[in-house]
């Protein structure tokens, strides 16, 4: 989920 930081950083953290 490295990239989508770029887009949804909600998204970035779920994927940790």
Do not use: E, F, S, Y
Request: aromatic letters at 0%.
């Amino acid at each position: 989920g490295q990239g989508l930081v770029q887009v949804r950083p909600q998204l970035h953290t779920a994927c940790h």
